[in-house]
């Protein structure tokens, strides 16, 4: 197999437990980065299924390489996992990838690289998954098997990075990032989607998975108490029963959106919304969404989120409340604040905040923290530190 275009090695294999094609998140964000100057081949988790094993590669136009296994079902675990790890050692030679790195988003796949020699093991822990429903009682094993073998650990978030750095020598935090001038289309004359239009004003939005990270009855309570907000809800639902969602005419469930087309939806919201249930699920989780809602310019009310609240609620970026009443007050203050002086003085300081903060420059960071891990050399504590300094270690 041939490759399309000749980039300088070593490439990156990357090891991933979400779908290329499902939400737009870290892994893409930086993938796409990474396949700039470098061959990029993004693992799939396997698809099982009464077929003979096969390995399908597509070539997207961003660069990325994304590889499904598909895997004849009927065998365990550790036999499927073996049989995967063959095809990636056929890929590696057929793709004749003579220096790579592996990049590692999902530590119970790490025995399908069992065969692989890279050249440095990154893991990307862009969330505490053995905190997830359905995770594996597995997983945490796994994670300590590949800490054992990285050599350069990124954390999702400071909350995480506190965690992990007991862990591992060498372990840097880089938190959510954000494409500014995407999101910033929000804020120009952009046309309401179709399934919105007709929806009544003031608009309280969210897009994102819809799982056991998303507080239902804290939504449900303020759109009973306030009958004349619109919530609007985009995104898939997953790992939850659709029917145990709150219902009501001004709750409107429109489904996973384009990344693209997030900007329009944005355009015509009062208040963006980050309605997380406080668990165990969500005491490690970095939303991706604070920064991005920022860089729209719309109003944020979220709940008690460690890395939401340091730094964007400790700089009065966000407001964070937590409980039916304090979030529907913190609501009703963000639409009452619309258009003031005071309002222009908090996105002002969000895009000063924002300034500094880019993908390309997350990537920059990673890409020094890793090529001085093959060095066997360490670097100051990483470029996602410094949106914490002079926080308490």
């Not at 990357?14 to 693992?43: E, G």
């Not at 009927?74 to 057929?94: C, K, W, Y």
């Amino acid at each position: 197999m041939s490759k399309l275009i000749d980039l300088p090695t070593p490439a990156l294999i990357v090891l991933s437990h979400l779908r290329w094609n499902f939400v737009y998140q870290r892994p893409q964000h930086l993938m796409t980065r990474a396949a700039r100057d470098r061959q990029v081949y993004y693992i799939e988790e396997p698809m099982f299924g009464d077929h003979a094993d096969r390995l399908d590669i597509e070539r997207t136009e961003c660069g990325v390489t994304v590889c499904t296994p598909y895997i004849q079902e009927g065998f365990t675990p550790a036999e499927s996992q073996a049989r995967t790890a063959r095809m990636l050692a056929e890929l590696v030679e057929n793709e004749n990838l003579t220096e790579y790195d592996l990049w590692v988003y999902s530590p119970m796949e790490l025995p399908v690289a069992s065969l692989l020699s890279p050249r440095v093991t990154v893991y990307d822990c862009m969330d505490e998954l053995a905190n997830f429903k359905g995770a594996s009682p597995e997983l945490r094993q796994r994670e300590a098997s590949l800490f054992k073998q990285a050599e350069v650990v990124f954390t999702g978030g400071h909350r995480l990075y506190e965690a992990k750095r007991l862990q591992h020598s060498n372990v840097h935090p880089f938190p959510s990032s954000v494409e500014v001038s995407h999101f910033a289309k929000a804020r120009t004359d952009l046309a309401d989607p179709a399934d919105q239009r007709e929806l009544a004003r003031p608009r309280l939005g969210f897009y994102g998975v819809i799982d056991e990270r998303f507080d239902i009855e804290l939504i449900g309570e303020v759109a009973r108490r306030r009958p004349e907000w619109q919530f609007v809800l985009l995104g898939p639902v997953v790992k939850i029963d659709p029917a145990e969602l709150p219902r009501g005419e001004n709750l409107h469930y429109l489904g996973q959106k384009k990344y693209a087309e997030l900007p329009a939806y944005l355009a015509h919201w009062d208040v963006a919304l980050l309605p997380f249930a406080l668990n165990a699920s969500t005491e490690f989780i970095s939303p991706t969404k604070t920064p991005e809602y920022l860089a729209a310019g719309v109003p944020v009310v979220s709940t008690g989120i460690r890395d939401v609240i340091r730094p964007y609620g400790e700089q009065d970026m966000v407001r964070v409340a937590d409980g039916a009443d304090a979030f529907e007050a913190a609501c009703a203050a963000a639409l009452a604040e619309a258009g003031t002086p005071a309002a222009a003085e908090r996105q002002a300081r969000a895009d000063q905040y924002l300034a500094g903060l880019s993908w390309d420059l997350t990537w920059e960071g990673m890409s020094e923290e890793l090529e001085a891990a093959a060095r066997g050399t360490t670097l100051p504590l990483g470029r996602g530190a410094s949106l914490f300094e002079g926080a308490d270690d």
